[in-house]
């Protein structure tokens, strides 16, 4: 079969384009240099090795049943990079990506600190390494398989982030791994009871990286909380006086929350964080910024 034909069927089953991308992946192996989709114009008649065959059409087949083409192909691109993934790990989506904007919109030090909460893959930590390249990264997941695409991302990507395995907040200590100017978290917020939701498109991804009790919030309250706790503790340490953000000192532990959740929940969480005594700075897109309450 030529690869015009074998399109031709293919596009028949599936979205054009990743029929496109499954014939360029399973192609690639037997071609030395890359290729893109041009290639796939420009060779149209060329017939396909049996290998190649019977790899793409396996990929077809599980595309054609639903599987997200990230798992297939193993790979996501995410602000303009490509991230590994596989079933342990959500797929990085585009909405994401306001994520690393809201924090290039602010004023940081030279060497800025961040601390990702729930980092999956690893797409946002290692986005901010790189894109800081003086920057302290700490990335914790409560999923160990997670925390191993993760590690393999940032190998690939220079091996710069630390991580840490832990629910929410519970191994990270403000005396021992020091202030962070930014704490990001795009933990899972889908609240199982949304009637548009489609259950379907999103069975292959890991249900503990989706959804979310008390309306898709219950991780952020408990991440809120643990956060008063963790400045509580370390204030009575040093026989200081209670506020629900700063050290004894006077300093914010963290500076700045970056959080990511469906817009139709914007409003309970900004409720949600100014109880715990962060005020909103900004929103774009998917994504929230709050600051210490003045
Ligand atoms: C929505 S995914 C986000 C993954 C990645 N940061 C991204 O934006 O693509 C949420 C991640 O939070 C992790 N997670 C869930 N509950 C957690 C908890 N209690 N503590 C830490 N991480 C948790 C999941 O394993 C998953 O990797």
């Given at each position: 079969?030529?690869?015009?034909?074998?399109?031709g069927e293919a596009?028949?089953q599936i979205?054009?384009?990743?029929?496109?991308?499954i014939a360029?992946?399973?192609l690639s192996?037997?071609?030395?240099?890359?290729?893109d989709?041009?290639f796939?114009?420009a060779?149209?008649?060329?017939e396909?090795?049996q290998?190649s065959?019977q790899?793409?059409?396996?990929m077809?087949e599980?595309?054609a049943?639903?599987e997200?083409?990230?798992?297939?192909?193993?790979?996501?691109e995410?602000?303009g990079?490509?991230?590994?993934?596989?079933?342990s790990v959500?797929?990085?989506r585009?909405d994401?990506?306001?994520?690393i904007y809201?924090?290039?919109?602010?004023d940081?030090p030279?060497?800025?600190?961040?601390?990702?909460?729930?980092t999956?893959?690893?797409c946002?930590?290692?986005?901010?390494?790189l894109?800081y390249?003086?920057a302290?990264v700490l990335?914790t997941?409560i999923s160990k398989?997670?925390?191993e695409?993760?590690?393999?991302?940032?190998?690939?990507h220079?091996g710069r982030i630390?991580?840490v395995?832990?629910d929410?907040l519970?191994n990270?200590?403000?005396e021992?791994?020091?202030?962070?100017d930014?704490l990001?978290?795009?933990?899972?917020?889908?609240?199982p009871d949304?009637?548009?939701?489609?259950?379907?498109?999103?069975?292959?991804e890991?249900?503990n990286?989706?959804?979310?009790e008390e309306g898709g919030?219950?991780?952020y309250?408990r991440?809120?909380?643990?956060l008063q706790?963790?400045i509580?503790?370390h204030?009575?340490m040093?026989?200081?006086e209670q506020?629900s953000?700063?050290?004894?000192h006077g300093?914010p532990?963290i500076?700045?929350?970056?959080f990511e959740?469906d817009?139709c929940?914007?409003?309970?969480?900004v409720?949600?964080?100014e109880?715990?005594?962060w005020?909103?700075d900004?929103i774009e897109g998917?994504?929230?910024?709050?600051?210490?309450?003045?």
């Amino acid at each position: 079969m030529n690869i015009d034909a074998w399109l031709g069927e293919a596009k028949k089953q599936i979205d054009a384009l990743d029929a496109e991308i499954i014939a360029l992946v399973g192609l690639s192996d037997i071609l030395s240099s890359e290729i893109d989709r041009s290639f796939l114009c420009a060779h149209a008649e060329m017939e396909i090795p049996q290998r190649s065959l019977q790899k793409i059409n396996q990929m077809l087949e599980r595309r054609a049943a639903g599987e997200p083409l990230a798992y297939i192909i193993g790979e996501r691109e995410f602000f303009g990079r490509m991230f590994r993934v596989n079933e342990s790990v959500l797929i990085p989506r585009v909405d994401t990506e306001a994520l690393i904007y809201l924090v290039q919109d602010l004023d940081l030090p030279g060497r800025p600190r961040f601390l990702e909460i729930g980092t999956g893959s690893g797409c946002i930590a290692v986005t901010l390494a790189l894109e800081y390249p003086q920057a302290e990264v700490l990335a914790t997941d409560i999923s160990k398989k997670a925390l191993e695409v993760a590690e393999l991302n940032d190998v690939i990507h220079e091996g710069r982030i630390d991580l840490v395995e832990s629910d929410l907040l519970e191994n990270i200590d403000p005396e021992m791994d020091g202030n962070f100017d930014v704490l990001i978290a795009n933990l899972p917020y889908v609240n199982p009871d949304w009637e548009w939701l489609d259950l379907a498109a999103l069975q292959y991804e890991p249900q503990n990286a989706l959804f979310a009790e008390e309306g898709g919030l219950a991780l952020y309250h408990r991440l809120l909380q643990q956060l008063q706790e963790k400045i509580a503790a370390h204030n009575l340490m040093h026989h200081a006086e209670q506020d629900s953000t700063k050290l004894c000192h006077g300093v914010p532990w963290i500076k700045y929350l970056v959080f990511e959740a469906d817009p139709c929940q914007h409003d309970d969480l900004v409720s949600l964080a100014e109880a715990y005594g962060w005020q909103l700075d900004i929103i774009e897109g998917y994504g929230l910024r709050f600051k210490v309450k003045q």
